[in-house]
C-alpha cells in the first residue's frame, strides 16, 4: 500500500491532469444519454445512472488527491514533474507548489457540489455534459500546475473550448447570443496571448517560467521594452480572462445566460486569470526581475480598484438576480486584484484568502439563484414582485447568509479577508484608496442583496401552493455545501492564513523556484544571445 502510495505522489501532478481527461474519454465511450432526453426522447436511465457514478466518483477521488497535494506541499516542498524526462527549460514541466496545490483545491471544493446539483436534472438538458465537465477540470488543473507559458495557453484552449460547449448547455436564444460574444473575445485574447508569447520568446528564447524569471531580470537595452510590451499584453490577456476594466463587460451577460451549475463552475473560471497574473507578475516580471521589474504595477492597481466599483455599481443596477450575483463576481475579483496589484507578500496572502471565499460564496450564489426563481413562478429571477416562494424560511436563511458573507459582515471569510487586506496595505502609499474602496464596496453590496432580498421574501403575491421547482433535497444539499465550506474557511482561518502567507513567501522566493525546476541548468544572469 505504501508503494502504492509512493508511485501516486511521484506522480501526482500528471494524474491531476490524466484523471479527468480519461474520465472524459470513459464517459464519452459509455454514449450519450443526455441527447435523447434534450431532444425530447427517453433517454437510457441505466446509461444516466452510470455516467453520474463514474462522474462523481472521478470529482470526488480527484478532490482527495488535491487535498493530499495541499498537505503535502504545505510541509515547503516544491515537486517538479518533468514529461518524458526532459530536463527544463528544453522540456515540458508541472510543478506543484503551494499556489498551485491551493488552486487545484479550490477547483474541486467547486466542482463536486455542482456536479452532484447538475445531476439533479440539468446534466440531461444538453449532450455530452459530464464528458465536457471532466475536459474543463482537464484544462483548470492543468492551467494551475504548468511551469511553462506556452502549456499554459495550450491547458487555456482546453478549458476553454470547454467552456463554450458548457455555456450553451440547455440550448436557448439568450445563451447562443451570449455564447457568440464569449466565444469570440476569447479567441481575440487566444491570438494577443500568442504574440505575447512570441515577444518574450524572442528576446528570451525560452517559455519555462524559472528560465523566463532569470532571463528576463538579465536584459537590458532594446530587449527591455519588448519585454515591458510582452508583459502589458499578456496583461490584456489575463485581465479579459479575470474580467478587469474595461474588459469585464462580457461576463455579467455570459454567466447570467449560463444554466446555474455551469455558471458556478464559471467561478472558478476567473479565478485562472488572476493566478495567472500572479505568476506572470510575480515570477517573471516581479520585483526581482531587474529592468523590467513591476512592468505593469501603474497598471494593475488603478484598473483593480475601479473594476471593483464598477461591479458593484452594475449589482446595484441589475434587474434580474442572475446579472446582480455576475456583477458581484466582477467586484470580487477587482478587490483580489487590488491585493495582488499592492506586490507586497502580505497582500498577496490577502488576496489568495479572500480567493477561496469569493469562488466559493459567488458559486453558492448561483446556485441558490436558480433555487429561488424556480418558486416563483413565471417572473423567475427578475426582480419583481411575484408569488411567495414555497420555503421562506429555508431559502431566506441562506439569501442572508450569503449575502452576509459576499458583502463582508463579521464574522464569515469575507469580512476576514477584507479585514487580512486592510491590515496588510497599513503604511503603503495606495492605503487610503484600499481602505475607500474595500469599505464602499462592501457597505454598496449589502445594499444591493437587501435590494433583492425584500423584493423576493416581502414584495410577494400570497398564494396557495406555488410552484414545486427548486425543492429538491438534492439541489438544495448542494447549495449548503457552499454555505458549510464558508462556515469552514472562518472556523479555519488560522491556519489557511498560515498557509497562504507562507505560499506568498514562497512565490517571493524566486531563487528557490529556479534552483527546484531548473536544478544544474540554473542560469540566473547569462542574457540570451539567440543560442543555447
Request: charged share 10%; proline share 4%.
Amino acid at each position: 500500500m505504501n508503494g502504492l502510495l509512493d508511485v501516486w505522489w511521484q506522480h501526482a501532478p500528471v494524474l491531476s491532469v490524466v484523471l479527468p481527461s480519461l474520465t472524459a474519454v470513459v464517459l464519452l465511450l459509455l454514449g450519450d444519454p443526455g441527447g435523447l432526453s434534450a431532444q425530447g426522447g427517453a433517454h437510457d436511465g441505466g446509461r444516466v445512472a452510470w455516467q453520474r457514478r463514474v462522474a462523481l466518483a472521478s470529482v470526488g477521488l480527484g478532490l482527495l488527491a488535491a487535498a493530499a497535494m495541499v498537505w503535502r506541499a504545505s510541509q515547503g516542498e516544491l515537486m517538479v514533474y518533468r514529461l518524458g524526462e526532459w530536463p527544463a527549460p528544453f522540456g515540458i514541466v508541472l510543478v506543484l507548489d503551494r499556489l498551485s496545490a491551493l488552486m487545484v483545491l479550490l477547483t474541486y471544493l467547486v466542482a463536486v457540489p455542482v456536479l452532484w446539483y447538475a445531476t439533479g436534472g440539468w446534466d440531461m438538458r444538453g449532450r455530452y455534459f459530464h464528458a465536457v465537465f471532466q475536459f474543463q477540470l482537464m484544462g483548470l488543473c492543468g492551467a494551475f500546475l504548468t511551469g511553462d507559458l506556452f502549456n499554459l495557453f495550450v491547458f487555456f484552449e482546453v478549458l476553454l473550448i470547454a467552456s463554450y460547449v458548457l455555456l450553451l448547455h440547455g440550448q436557448g436564444r439568450e445563451r447562443f447570443r451570449m455564447g457568440v460574444h464569449y466565444v469570440v473575445l476569447n479567441l481575440s485574447a487566444s491570438a494577443l496571448f500568442l504574440i505575447g508569447v512570441s515577444m518574450l520568446y524572442a528576446v528570451t528564447g525560452t517559455l519555462n517560467m524559472a528560465d523566463l524569471a532569470g532571463r528576463v531580470a538579465a536584459l537590458s537595452g532594446d530587449s527591455v521594452p519588448l519585454a515591458k510590451a510582452a508583459a502589458a499584453i499578456l496583461l490584456v490577456v489575463f485581465g479579459l480572462k479575470a474580467a478587469l476594466v474595461p474588459l469585464f463587460f462580457w461576463l455579467p451577460g455570459t454567466y447570467a445566460a449560463a444554466s446555474a451549475p455551469v455558471a458556478a463552475l464559471f467561478a472558478i473560471m476567473t479565478k485562472v486569470g488572476v493566478y495567472s497574473i500572479i505568476r506572470t507578475h510575480w515570477v517573471i516580471f516581479g520585483a526581482d526581475a531587474g529592468e523590467a521589474a513591476l512592468a505593469v504595477a501603474d497598471w494593475l492597481l488603478p484598473a483593480a480598484l475601479v473594476t471593483s466599483v464598477l461591479g458593484v455599481l452594475g449589482a446595484l443596477a441589475a434587474q434580474h438576480m442572475s446579472r446582480l450575483v455576475a456583477y458581484l463576481t466582477v467586484s470580487s475579483v477587482g478587490t483580489i486584484m487590488a491585493s495582488v496589484g499592492l506586490f507586497t507578500p502580505d497582500t498577496l496572502s490577502a488576496a489568495l484568502y479572500y480567493t477561496l471565499h469569493s469562488t466559493i460564496v459567488i458559486a453558492g450564489l448561483f446556485l441558490l439563484v436558480e433555487l429561488m426563481a424556480a418558486q416563483r413562478g413565471d417572473a423567475g429571477d427578475h426582480l419583481q414582485p411575484a408569488s411567495a416562494v414555497r420555503e421562506p424560511v429555508l431559502l431566506g436563511l441562506m439569501m442572508l447568509f450569503g449575502a452576509a458573507s459576499a458583502a463582508g459582515l463579521p464574522p464569515l471569510p469575507g469580512f476576514l479577508g477584507k479585514l487580512m487586506l486592510l491590515q496588510s496595505s497599513h503604511g503603503l502609499a495606495a492605503q487610503a484608496w484600499i481602505w475607500a474602496v474595500v469599505l464602499t464596496v462592501g457597505f454598496f453590496t449589502i445594499i444591493g442583496l437587501a435590494r433583492a432580498g425584500v423584493v423576493v421574501f416581502w414584495h410577494v403575491q400570497p398564494v396557495a401552493d406555488g410552484p414545486a421547482a427548486g425543492s429538491s433535497l438534492k439541489l438544495l444539499s448542494a447549495a449548503w455545501v457552499f454555505m458549510a465550506l464558508t462556515v469552514v474557511l472562518a472556523v479555519v482561518a488560522e491556519p489557511v492564513k498560515r498557509y497562504t502567507d507562507d505560499a506568498a513567501r514562497q512565490l517571493t522566493d524566486r531563487a528557490a523556484y529556479q534552483k527546484a525546476v531548473l536544478g544544474d541548468r540554473l542560469q540566473t544572469t547569462r542574457p540570451y544571445t539567440g543560442e543555447r
